[in-house]
């Protein structure tokens, strides 16, 4: 039964969690969104009928799994069903002590799921909103109710009729009462709207509108939308030498600090207070490499913008001697070996950087998410909840934490990363935090908690160290955080989107010597690379190149000479290693 507005969201349940899964219908159609649940108007006197209609009309499936429902038969054909007709699907976990297996386990692989266990009075509206912002993530483009009302805006003349094809963004129109009133703001409009370069400028044109319609009452222009086009060739067409001689000309005080202008535009913003460390540290632990030069910095693997422009090397295709099962964290050794944690085939694959392709070893362990080697050439690996250490044949050397919310304990850790004094950085996912442990695993600091303001996570995913800078791919608030090895927040890139600069997901996230940083963009299908001051410097995906035909971006490493490797896959689609050398 469809929804008159559309799409529905569907949801799937046991009976024994039908008060809950009810109250969660009331909530949802509170705020509007159109949702289908059997017991309320779903059934009608044919249920399997009910279910494919429910199915057939649902832009996304919201499963609350239980033992019970992983072991209901016409749950299973529910499911199994909206998966062969290719509907996105949110699993809920209700229960603290059981994982899903069997059918279950291979529906859900891979996907964010929304935490509902131990739900008190006190909790369940928190959770249910977590559960709306994952329905807008994964639906919201689907669901008349996510979508942005287009405003109407009475355009007249043009500003600048001169508008040259080689402008990044056309000339901004604006109603002639607008015009009349206040010359000198329609003057700075036409400097704004004129600017030939290939950094993104939004925040002036913004800061404009907001004085204009503060000032007049009147709704502002639309801002122009960058031409991506534009954007594409001038950026494939840079001399790559050029960059390097950017960077070179850095002072020496920028050299040593994260750039903090405020010139940076929107998708960067600045702290605007400074953040006292999160807890006190012993003099007599380097908690962060000192780095007093720039010869030191740059003594760190650079990205080289050159290797984009020749064909990927791709393994994992149908043809290939070497498949993978939503691989997700990638390493690269200095010695030439990539180490792909492949997920769902439960093993960690060796595989050369150059050559043959044909896999060197493959060890089992239990779903691994993130990998990373060390400067001692230590294999790291996260899985299920802990870390381990392994020699360069994945032996086992440590294994670091349980089960848990205390210090040195997880909860579904995913990425991995170390600095030069292989100090440990782990995204302990489900617990919204970054922790820091030593060289041997003891731990040092945490930061981080459930929210979106600066300095809080909602599922960060990857993370990577470069100098005195961390980057962290914060996944649900869309945006990539950078803090110094304290866990001093500094700045954010990215907000909501799909536009240049925008995400939808991040996930793997690099950061260069030069505090260049590459990003993972999963549900757009592209990786896009910023400069040190977060202005865009490439895009890559089908529209920059036809064989960048990415299904869902997960993880990423740099190679020791500047290139790129990224892990991609897409339940029922390819799985697959995408290497730039």
Sequence with gaps: MSSEHGLHVMLSYHWDNKELVSKIYKVLKSRNIPVWMDIHGGISFNLFQSMADGVENAAVVVCFMTQKYQNSRN????????????????????????????????????????????????????????????????????????????????????????????????????????????????????????????????????????????????????????????????????????????????????????????????????????????????????????????????????????????????????????????????????????????????????????????????????RPKGVHIDELGRVLVTEHNRLLILDNDLNLLKAIGDHGSKPGEFNVPWGVTTDSSSNIYVCDQMNNRIQKLDVDGRFLLEWGYEGEHPGQFYYPHFISVSGNRVAVSDQLNHRVQVFDCFGNYHYKLGEPGNEPGQFSCPFGVCIDANGHLVVADHDNNRVQMFDENGDIELILDRETNPLFDFQGVHGLALTHDGGLLITDYKRNGKHRLFIFA
């Design 75 to 366: 749950c299973e054909k529910e499911l199994l069903y909206a998966e062969r007709r290719r509907v996105s699907i949110i699993p809920c976990r209700l229960t603290r002590d059981w994982e899903p297996s069997t059918w279950l386990g291979i529906v859900i692989a891979g996907l964010v799921w929304v935490d509902f266990r131990e739900i008190t009075e006190a909790n369940v509206d928190v959770k249910i909103d977590k559960l709306i912002d994952q329905i807008r993530v994964v639906a919201g483009k689907q669901l008349n109710c996510f979508l942005p009302e287009t405003p109407s805006v009475q355009q007249t003349h043009p500003i600048c009729v001169n508008n040259s094809s080689n402008t990044l963004y056309p000339v901004l129109s604006i109603s002639s009462e607008i015009s009349n009133r206040n010359t000198s703001d329609l003057n700075n409009l036409v400097r704004a709207s004129s600017i030939d370069s290939t950094k993104r400028s939004t925040n002036l044109i913004s800061r404009q509108h907001q004085s204009i319609d503060h000032t007049y009452n009147t709704p502002p222009p639309v801002p122009p939308r960058p031409n991506k086009d534009l954007i594409r060739e001038r950026l494939l067409q840079t001399d790559t030498t050029k960059t390097f001689n950017k960077s070179e000309s850095i002072d020496e005080k920028k050299e040593n600090s994260i750039p903090v202008s405020n010139g940076r535009p929107d998708i960067c913003e600045v702290s605007v207070q400074n953040q006292s460390n999160p807890r006190s540290i012993p003099d007599v632990i380097d908690l962060s490499p000192s780095i007093n030069n720039s010869e030191k910095k740059r003594s760190g693997i650079i990205i080289d913008y050159s290797k984009f422009r020749r064909p990927p090397r791709i393994i994992g295709d149908d043809n290939d001697e070497i498949s993978f099962c939503c691989p997700s964290g990638v390493a690269v050794s200095k010695t030439g070996l990539i180490y792909v944690a492949d997920q769902q085939n439960q093993c960690i694959k060796i595989i050369p950087l150059l050559g043959s392709g044909k896999q060197i070893l493959s060890r089992p362990f239990n």
